[in-house]
């Protein structure tokens, strides 16, 4: 993302045979899943699923039981810390600053792997601004980040990220706590990313948002994949009902080439866990 020119590096992010076991408990099992640049994955499932658990050990913040996580087909152990915020950036559920730094400055924290670089100071100041400009949040620049709203927290990591200028972007849940224009927003964001050939992955609870935005899409369930493909094949209510324990059916939407998935609430199961 570059206010100066279009479009940005693409990469691979693999990761084969994912396994995270905690305490005796599989929070991961056995999960295989890629995502190349120009592509948007939508990662869904229910709670407990193992979703931000696959995030982090796709951003290699986290230990696993086996398997490996590959950039470019280079294993992440490889990269050394720095090297590794400079090809992929993790948007977290929350973040938590007790300290009070501007939204501005939180946003500029995203530019600290390219520090020293030359010319920085000014391109990453103006990176700074445009990462704002993105997700509407310029207007509380030199407002305390601890006194935003938790939309307004979510939009300034969101601008972090993006400030930070990596080919992969993983973002977990990045439209909780949003209003519904700033849930589309970021989505058509996360969207156009991916078309300038960033690799994005999207942990998702709204389900349609994931019908309209991804491109592919991992369903969960246990920690283990339930399904993975295009998106309209992954979402689909044969899949999704037994995962949920809800029923599904599709309606067309008035807009779009693709189906909204509407919830029948009288067929919920009380027995799924």
Same mark, same amino acid.
Do not use: C
């Given at each position: #993302? ?12 693999? +990761? ?15 999960? $295989? ?14 709670? +407990? ?17 086996? +398997? ?20 992929? %950036? ?32 000014? *391109? +990453? ?18 407002? %305390?980040?601890?006194?935003? $709203?938790? =939309? ?15 080919? !992969?972007?993983? !973002?977990?849940?990045?439209?909780? @706590?949003?209003?519904?224009? @700033?849930? *589309? ?19 998702? *609870? ?5 019908? #309209? ?6 369903v969960l369930q246990r920690?283990?994949?339930?399904? $993975? =493909? ?6 689909h209510p044969d899949v ?12 067309? @939407? ?5 189906? #909204? ?13």
């Open positions: #993302m570059n206010p100066e020119s279009a479009g940005t590096t693409t990469a691979v992010l693999r +990761g084969e045979s994912l396994t995270v076991r905690v305490e005796q408990q599989t929070l991961l099992d056995d999960v $295989s899943v890629g995502v190349a640049g120009g592509e948007l994955l939508g990662v869904v499932g229910p709670n +407990g699923a193992g979703k931000t658990t696959l995030l982090k050990a796709l951003g290699g913040d986290l230990e696993l039981t086996s +398997g490996l996580v590959y950039i470019d087909e280079r294993p992440l152990s490889e990269f050394d810390a720095r090297e590794l915020a400079r090809r992929r %950036a993790v948007m977290p559920q929350s973040s938590y600053l007790p300290f009070l730094f501007t939204a501005r400055e939180v946003v500029r924290m995203g530019r600290a792997p390219w520090e020293g670089e030359r010319g920085e100071r000014e *391109h +990453g100041a103006k990176l700074t601004e445009y990462a704002m400009s993105l997700t509407d949040t310029r207007d509380y620049a030199v407002r %305390a980040y601890p006194t935003l $709203s938790g =939309g307004e927290q979510s939009r300034v990591t969101l601008a972090r990220v993006l400030a930070q200028e990596t080919p !992969i972007l993983l !973002i977990d849940e990045p439209t909780a @706590h949003l209003d519904l224009r @700033h849930q *589309h927003l970021v989505l058509q964001l996360a969207r156009e990313l991916a078309s300038e050939g960033a690799a994005v992955v999207a942990v998702l *609870h709204d389900l349609n948002l994931a019908a #309209m935005y991804a491109d592919t899409a991992l920690g283990a994949v339930i399904a $993975s =493909g295009a998106a309209p094949d992954a979402l999704l009902s037994p995962v949920f324990g809800i029923d599904f059916v599709l309606q067309p @939407h008035p807009e779009l080439e693709r189906p #909204m998935l509407v919830p029948l609430p009288a067929t919920v199961s009380r027995e799924r866990g």
